[in-house]
């Protein structure tokens, strides 16, 4: 179990960039998820997908946002016209089934992004 | 909606003692699921604890342990024999059990706590 992998570990781009993030979830789990963390705050959930489908996005989650998981296994997220107000960690998570008190939610380390 | 209150934005402990960190929720559930997730500076979020709502003995897991209050919606994680290694962001979180959010936490602003040597 090497557990949910990230990358990059940090991003920094101007504004007006494209940025794609990559989350390599727990081999064998079939759910993945995408929280945001601004600082001072607890994360929030922004999409998740069981194997290749994405079964719910956030309101959170704006037209700019686009996240993939073609084939179940690592998931994409991309930000295009990256703006100030998207700078904050994106973390990704995955578990073996539904999130219940014996499959809890295995976080990665996130990715760090600032837009300048 | 469920909302998580951690009303402490930050807490200082002496290492060996005990510190408990609070957490209230406001939910219309009858079964759900709670979690303290520990976040190091730098570092992924980590469980430390998990209790399901129905259960009425809290959960305990080594130095950890929470005081589950379900009729105040109180859910407090209590740390004894602090540890400099316990220096982190705890964030409350909740879990629906069932129907179509059950795969969504709602957490907390979290505590920052401090362990001083």
């Known amino acids: 179990d090497t557990g949910v992998s990230q990358d990059p570990r940090h991003k920094i781009t101007k504004r007006g960039q494209n940025v794609t993030f990559r989350c390599d979830p727990i081999s064998e789990h079939n759910r993945l998820y995408w929280y945001r963390q601004t600082l001072g705050q607890g994360p929030e959930f922004l999409t998740y997908?069981?194997?290749?489908?994405?079964?719910?996005k956030s309101r959170l989650l704006s037209d700019r946002f686009s996240a993939e998981r073609p084939k179940g296994s690592f998931s994409t997220l991309e930000i295009q016209r990256t703006e100030q107000g998207d700078s904050a960690m994106y973390l990704c998570?995955?578990?073996?089934?539904?999130?219940?008190?014996?499959?809890?939610?295995?976080f990665g380390n996130g990715t760090r992004l600032t837009v300048t | 909606a469920q909302t998580v209150t951690q009303s402490q934005p930050e807490m200082s402990v002496q290492e060996a003692e005990t510190v408990t960190l609070s957490c209230t929720y406001d939910t219309s559930e009858s079964d759900y699921y709670l979690f303290w997730y520990k976040q190091p500076p730098s570092r992924q979020m980590i469980l430390v604890i998990r209790?399901?709502?129905?259960?009425?003995q809290n959960a305990t897991e080594n130095r950890f342990s929470v005081n589950f209050q379900k009729a105040a919606k109180s859910f407090s994680l209590k740390i004894s024999d602090s540890q400099l290694g316990d220096a982190a962001m705890y964030f409350c979180?909740?879990?629906?059990?069932?129907?179509?959010?059950?795969?969504?936490?709602?957490f907390g602003k979290g505590t920052l706590l401090t362990v001083n040597p």
């Open positions: 979180a909740y879990l629906r059990k069932s129907g179509g959010s059950n795969y969504k936490l709602t």
């Open positions: 998570a995955s578990s073996l089934k539904g999130v219940s008190h014996n499959s809890p939610l295995h």
């Open positions: 209790q399901e709502a129905y259960k009425q």
């Open positions: 997908f069981q194997n290749e489908a994405q079964l719910e």
